[in-house]
């Protein structure tokens, strides 16, 4: 699995500024038919998993759902869409592709 960050390039996002933030990714390699987007908060915590995009199928752990959305393709351009952001959102946002499936995709 191939982690990139590169897109990922918002320093601060401010609560009061913004109800929602859109983090953008593209690994530039149309071989990879996953892509994962994770979540480390800044005290330095293990990567969380948010959820799996499978072309352009997204599957979601279910702590992320109400406010986390996956979209687009895992062969293109990926969004991560964070609604009603709030401070406990504080982390570095990290995606990564990957030719194989490591996880059993999560239940819609």
């Not at 897109?7 to 609560?15: D, E, G, N, S």
Request: charge should be positive; include cysteine; hydrophobic fraction near 35%.
């Amino acid at each position: 699995m191939n982690l990139f960050n590169s897109c990922l390039k918002i320093r601060h996002v401010t609560a009061k500024h913004l109800a929602y933030a859109k983090l953008f990714c593209r690994h530039g390699d149309n071989n990879y038919q996953y892509l994962y987007w994770y979540q480390q908060k800044s005290n330095g915590g293990s990567l969380e998993l948010i959820g799996i995009l499978n072309y352009g199928i997204a599957s979601h752990k279910d702590k992320f759902k109400p406010r986390f959305n996956i979209t687009g393709n895992a062969k293109e351009d990926a969004f991560l869409l964070i609604s009603r952001i709030s401070v406990e959102d504080t982390a570095v946002y990290f995606c990564a592709a990957s030719l194989h499936s490591y996880t059993v995709p999560f239940n819609h």
